[in-house]
Every structure is written in structure tokens, then in C-alpha cells.
């Protein structure tokens, strides 16, 4: 368990400031709506209903790329699923946000303009320096307290995220709760049966390395997606590179082939390998291929096939945990999404605790009409998922810590 204090325990009547992660897709240079705002908006609800007056901080995409833009359009929707008005500063700590920060009342919201416009804040540094820049020393000395519910962006030492706790009181929000708990289970929790781990999608990379960060955690592996035609490659079959103008698989092959090697012959027992594949037939429909029958890869494998996804199901509900990082397959079209679907709705149906994490994986469930409520946990969380699977710490956890020790 995470030992930092919660807004349960942020004094009444506080000016609050509080990290949200609104980052997000951005289409036609507006934002596209998405569970981080539902998850954040309770957070936000709670502290306002409490009356306090609620400041708070996000990001949106990197300086030099498309997704770089204004938090204005975060604020319409967040404002929407709050269920009470956000307003917008397009100002981060000048004399614009410091006037609409001051002008607050009790029970109001706020919402900055996005935290990555400021030259302060994304050099990654440590928190000891972060504090000293002038973003935290101007807007610090406006507030109470510091919440941090950004849990998927607590992998960064920017200063929203790592200054801010180390000056003012700090608290983690309902999300970073949440998904600190349910996305370190894996490592923390005792389970009295098997602990499944689904994994697939395109970063094999990442996976491999959960895969063996987490190897005596997990008894059995489900694959699929991208790392499980590498595996299938290590295992001497005639798949896992790259055909027809795909890039993939090579450089990853190269990039993990001893990895994945040594986990295939140190946890063979352990790794469930797809028996048939589909890919797209030449009259467009979905076509299958038993493993075994491939003498060479003609096609990009788009999914895993039905006899493989009829052997993992039963593998989930015998499991008393299960945790997905990845997509067994292209679920985003319909005729590769058996694989994906088929296990995703296994661990609806299963009576387990399980996690679904990686913000690709996880639109799934909505996509095929699946029941959120139906799993313990779907995170909102990628690269901080990845970090806490493999057990690596996550800075703005860590000062939320220290924070809760000196209070
Ligand atoms: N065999 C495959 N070939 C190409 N893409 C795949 C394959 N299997 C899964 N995917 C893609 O993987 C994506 C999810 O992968 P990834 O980004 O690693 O996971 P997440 O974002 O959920 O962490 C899905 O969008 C899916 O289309
Ligand atoms: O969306 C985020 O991370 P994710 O893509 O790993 O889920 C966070 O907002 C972190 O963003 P960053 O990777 O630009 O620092």
C-alpha cells in the first residue's frame, strides 16, 4: 500500500492546486473526449462539493508536435462531466492566472492553461530543483495544498508533478489512488490461484521486458500481437519479421532476440503461444492458418486465431488475477478483434481480479460494448502501467510519499 495522504485528509476551506493528466487525442486541433476526463471529473467534484477553491494543472502533447495546443477545449469537456462550471485561464503563473487564481470562491474550479507552455517545466530534473524554478515559487505561495491525481504522467520529474509536493502540502487525488493500487497489485498482493498475464500489442519492447521484470509474479502468459509473433519466431517458426511494407517486427526481433530468447527457455512452461493466426484472404474476408502449417510468412498476421482464442479462455477463467497489456490483435477492425474481444470478455465473465492497462487496449471495451464495471480496474495509465508492472518507482509518487511523511 501507498503510504501518502489522501484528500480525505486536506484541511477544510483549502485553496487547492491540483496536477490532472487531460492529455489526449487531438483531432482537427480539439481535443477528443476520453476516460481520463470522467475519472479526473470525480476528483475534482469531490474537492469543489467540499468547498474548496479548486486550481488546476494539466498538459497537453510535447512543444514541436501537432498534439501541442490549448487546455481551452480540456475545460469544456471536463466542465461537462464535472457537472459544474470550469473556467479557463489561458495564462499558466502570470499576472493573468495569479488575478483569476486570486478571484476564486469557495466551491469554484479553474482550470490553467497547459503546464508544457511554461520553459520551467519539462526539463526533467529533481524535485529539489524543480521547486526553485519560478513556475512552483510564484504559484505555491497562492495555495494550501498540492493534490497530485495524474497518476499516468507520474513517471515524468516535471515540475507540476515533482515540484510543487516538495514545498507545499501534498495529497494523491481518487485516480492516483485507484491506479496506484490496482496497477501495483501485481507485485504486491498474494493471489491463492494463477496469475494470468495477456499480453500482445504493438510495443514489444515494453512487454518483454514486463514479461521478465514480472516472471516470478505471473504463472502463466497468455501472447499475442506483436510480441507473440516474436515469441513464435524464438520458437523456430517462420514468422515475426517484417512483409510488405510493415515495420514491426525486425527491429524489435533485433532489439529483444536475446530477451526473448532466454524468457522462452527459462519460462517455456509458462508461455502460452498462439496456434493459428488470421490475416486478410484475398477475397478481404478474415482467414485463419494453424501455426504449424506456415512455411512462409506471406501475410501480416492481423490476430490470433480461433483455436487459439477457444484455449485462452479457459486459461482466464481458471486464473484468480488476470492483467492485460496489449491488444492480441488489430481489434480496431472488426475482423481481427476475436482475439482481443474473445479474452477481454472471458475476464468479464470470470469471477477474478483483473487489470486492463495501455490506453489502445483498453478503448476495446467500449468499442465491443463490454461493461467497465465488470473488471477491477481499466487504467488510464501507458508508460506509468509499464513502470509499475516492472516495479520501476514512479518519481511523483515517491515526493507524494516523502510529502506525507513530513505532514
Ligand atoms: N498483429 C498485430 N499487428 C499489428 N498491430 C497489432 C497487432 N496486434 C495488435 N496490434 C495493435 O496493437 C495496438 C495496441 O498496442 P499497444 O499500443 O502496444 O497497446 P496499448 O496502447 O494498449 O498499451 C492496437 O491498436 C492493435 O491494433
Ligand atoms: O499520456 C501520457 O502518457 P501515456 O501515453 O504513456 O499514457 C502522459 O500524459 C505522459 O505524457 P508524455 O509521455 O508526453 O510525458
Redesign the pocket.
Known amino acids: 500500500m501507498a503510504t501518502f495522504d489522501t484528500i480525505d485528509d486536506i484541511p477544510t476551506d483549502s485553496r487547492v492546486l491540483v496536477r490532472l493528466?487531460?492529455?489526449?487525442p487531438i483531432e482537427d486541433g480539439e481535443p477528443q473526449t476520453n476516460r481520463?476526463f470522467e475519472r479526473h471529473a470525480e476528483t475534482v467534484r469531490e474537492l469543489a462539493e467540499a468547498g474548496h477553491r479548486v486550481v488546476l494543472l494539466a498538459?497537453q502533447?510535447?512543444p514541436g508536435r501537432d498534439d501541442f495546443t490549448s487546455l481551452a477545449g480540456h475545460a469544456a469537456i471536463l466542465s461537462e462531466r464535472v457537472g459544474r462550471d470550469v473556467a479557463f485561464v489561458e495564462d499558466t503563473y502570470g499576472e493573468a492566472a495569479l488575478s483569476a487564481v486570486d478571484a476564486l470562491d469557495a466551491g469554484e474550479v479553474l482550470l490553467l492553461e497547459n503546464a508544457?507552455m511554461c520553459d520551467d517545466e519539462l526539463p526533467e530534473e529533481s524535485p529539489e530543483a524543480k521547486a526553485e524554478t519560478e513556475f512552483v515559487r510564484t504559484l505555491a505561495p497562492r495555495f494550501d495544498a498540492y493534490v497530485n491525481d495524474?497518476y499516468?504522467?507520474a513517471?515524468?520529474k516535471?515540475a507540476s508533478l515533482v515540484g510543487f509536493p516538495l514545498v507545499l502540502p501534498a495529497y494523491a487525488g481518487r485516480v492516483m489512488e485507484t491506479e496506484y493500487e490496482a496497477n501495483t497489485a501485481i507485485a504486491t498482493r498474494e493471489f491463492d490461484g494463477p496469475v494470468t498475464m495477456v499480453v500482445g500489442g504493438t510495443k514489444a519492447t515494453d512487454v518483454i521486458g514486463v514479461m521478465d521484470a514480472l516472471d516470478d509474479r505471473v504463472d502463466r502468459f497468455l501472447l499475442g500481437g506483436v510480441a507473440g509473433e516474436l515469441f513464435l519466431r524464438a520458437a523456430g517458426h517462420p514468422v515475426g519479421h517484417d512483409v510488405g511494407g510493415t515495420d514491426l517486427f525486425d527491429e524489435q526481433w533485433e532489439a529483444n532476440r536475446e530477451l526473448i530468447e532466454s524468457v522462452l527457455d527459462e519460462r517455456g512452461d509458462a508461455l502460452r503461444l498462439a496456434t493459428d493466426l488470421a490475416y486478410e484472404g484475398a477475397d478481404g474476408e478474415r482467414a485463419e492458418v494453424a501455426v504449424n502449417d506456415i512455411d512462409e510468412k506471406e501475410a501480416g498476421y492481423l490476430d490470433v486465431g480461433s483455436e487459439t482464442v477457444a484455449a485462452y479462455e479457459p486459461a482466464v477463467r481458471e486464473s484468480d488475477a488476470v492483467f492485460v497489456k496489449g491488444a492480441l490483435g488489430v481489434f480496431e477492425d472488426e475482423r481481427f478483434a476475436d482475439g482481443t474481444v474473445g479474452v477481454l470478455e472471458a475476464i468479464a465473465g470470470a469471477d477474478c481480479f483483473s487489470v486492463v492497462g495501455?490506453?489502445d487496449t483498453s478503448r476495446a471495451i467500449e468499442m465491443y460494448g463490454m461493461n467497465e464495471s465488470d473488471f477491477s480496474h481499466v487504467s488510464?495509465?501507458?508508460?506509468?502501467?509499464?513502470r509499475a508492472l516492472t516495479g520501476e518507482p514512479l518519481p511523483a509518487v515517491e515526493v507524494l510519499e516523502a510529502a506525507a511523511g513530513r505532514q
Do not use: E, K, P, V
Not at 493528466?21 to 489526449?24: K, V
Open positions: 493528466d487531460l492529455n489526449s481520463r498538459h502533447g510535447r508544457r495524474a499516468s504522467a513517471h515524468r516535471h495501455g490506453g488510464i495509465a501507458g508508460g506509468a502501467y509499464i
